[in-house]
């Protein structure tokens, strides 16, 4: 979730999730405070500086990001140094830690999200861990018993539209899953990857959700001979294929959030350029977990703290463009008005998820794209 625009969500976020090959996208000491001991063994929390130190990796998707204001404080409180790596969305974040568990390229994950998450557990590549700063916000999207996975953020995977676009071209907007295979609005939408993309997969679950498994593949079908277009990440799909204000495209349907229209409001302005179709929306949670094996699982614990602390958490409505957990945090301006939360997503049951995901993965890259 990510996601969204933004500034690349995640790396921009300014929508959803963009993503590259693994590659270190920045190196920073990050004052993981909270209340994980680092290097302590007697169960107190050390003070600033008194941490074990040393370098924690974090994998995420490659639309990660928090202030630079926010990293600098840590940097100044805290003797770790945070190595940051992306190989790419959420989907393949995944890939690459099933692919590496027996050697792990990190010692921490975020990104992991709902429509990955039971795939990441069932692989054994998490340690678990409950941290102390999870409340109810926390504990209500839980995955499992155990602690796996610790919930972060939470963003509403929806269609978004161009307004200015529709308005130029005298057209009306579409409004529901049904008018986006209308031949009106032929060669208009670009999607991403189910298999490489979380907002791709979290979108092809909405449509399994709103059609059902005697439906969704008629509905992709229909969209595919009305010209949809595939992009492997959010990234491209937003900010190359998209025609929105922040991007270079011509297609004015994009797969992304439903808080990505307060990022392309220009300053000043009362009416935001874009808006979320949000009878197209699936909720997308995306969580953080301890890889096993890790080099640094003190670390990596305390950096789970870290994502869950006020600080980081007021921060991601603003670097990230998703809901933080923690539903106590005062949201950005024109986030009421310009980001609502869907009121009835479409909803696939978890079990389900992860009994068909693949299945369906496979039926709509042989329906889509063939």
């Not at 678990?128 to 926390?138: E, I, K, N």
């Not at 010209?227 to 297609?251: C, I, L």
């Not at 229209?261 to 874009?274: I, K, L, Q, S, W």
């Not at 958490?313 to 990230?320: E, G, K, L, N, T």
């Amino acid at each position: 979730m990510a996601a969204q625009h933004h500034t690349t969500r995640r790396t921009g976020v300014g929508a959803p999730r963009g993503r590259a090959a693994v590659a270190v996208l920045a190196v920073g000491t990050l004052a993981l405070a909270g209340c994980s001991a680092i290097g302590a063994d007697d169960g107190a929390t050390p003070e600033p500086g008194e941490e074990g130190g040393g370098t924690v990796v974090l994998l995420t998707h490659d639309s990660f990001a928090l202030s630079e204001e926010l990293v600098a404080q840590f940097e100044a409180d805290t003797g770790l140094t945070l190595e940051q790596r992306a190989p790419g969305d959420g989907g393949a974040l995944v890939n690459q830690l099933v692919l590496t568990k027996d050697a792990p390229l990190g010692d921490v994950v975020f990104g992991i999200d709902t429509t990955f998450a039971s795939r990441a557990i069932d692989e054994g590549v998490l340690e678990p861990y409950t941290s102390p700063l999870a409340g109810d916000d926390v504990t209500r999207y839980a995955v499992d018993d155990a602690g796996s996975l610790t919930a972060i953020d939470v963003g509403d995977v929806c269609v978004n539209v161009d307004v200015a676009w529709f308005a130029a071209a005298g057209l009306p907007e579409p409004q529901t899953l049904e008018d986006l295979a209308d031949p009106v609005y032929r060669d208009l939408l670009v999607v991403t990857d189910p298999s490489t993309s979380s907002p791709g997969l979290a979108f092809l679950l909405a449509t399994v959700g709103a059609f059902g498994e005697d439906g969704w593949v008629d509905y992709w079908s229909a969209l595919r001979d009305n010209g949809v277009k595939v992009a492997a990440g959010w990234s491209d799909a937003y900010y190359v294929d998209f025609s929105g204000p922040s991007s270079e495209g011509d297609r004015p349907l994009v797969v992304s959030y439903a808080s990505s229209p307060p990022y392309e409001v220009p300053e000043g302005a009362t009416v935001a350029p874009t808006r979320a179709m949000l009878d197209t929306c699936f909720r997308q949670v995306e969580y953080a977990g301890v890889l096993a094996g890790a080099a640094n699982p003190e670390g990596a614990r305390a950096v789970v703290d870290w994502l869950l602390s006020p600080e980081v958490q007021a921060d991601i409505p603003q670097s990230m463009y998703v809901y933080p957990v923690d539903t106590t945090v005062e949201l950005p301006a024109g986030w009421a008005q310009w980001a609502p939360v869907a009121p009835e997503p479409f909803e696939v049951d978890p079990a389900a998820i992860t009994a068909h995901r693949d299945a369906w993965i496979r039926t709509w890259t042989d329906t889509v794209i063939g």
